[in-house]
């Protein structure tokens, strides 16, 4: 004859260890895909940012062109000066915005990229609390 407390204990450690498992088998599983997913977020996050960084370049490259265009053509001391100062002003200006730009921008890239691996480890977590 069995005994029922027996069985229930043995039957209570099958399950613990099925259950201990299926979190391995998930962890795993989380663990090949994640990296790959991250991997491709941050190759597609470098690429938009190089093409960012490309793009700030060329603005820059135009607007410094112009900017010596229109000091040469100043018609005396004065308008030389103010046109300095003015063209000073536009480009602290614009570098802030610039600077915040890409700075929101290497934000999102990262976020992006760590994404797949916070999912896996709260999908982890989860999965070992059931």
Known sequence: ???PIVENIAKTNA??????????EA???????APTESGNASRAGVQELTKAYQELATKNAKNLTAA???????KGPTQFVEL????IKDGVEAAVSDS?????????????AFEPVKKQIEAAHK???I
């Open 1 to 3: 004859m069995a005994n």
């Open 15 to 24: 399950d613990a260890l099925a259950k201990s498992g299926q979190v391995a």
């Open 27 to 33: 962890i795993m599983k989380g663990s090949t895909t």
């Open 68 to 74: 010596i265009q229109e000091l040469f053509a100043a």
């Open 84 to 87: 300095q100062q003015k063209l």
């Open 100 to 112: 915040r730009h890409i700075a929101q921008l290497t934000t999102s890239v990262f976020t992006a």
């Open 127 to 129: 999965t070992a609390r």
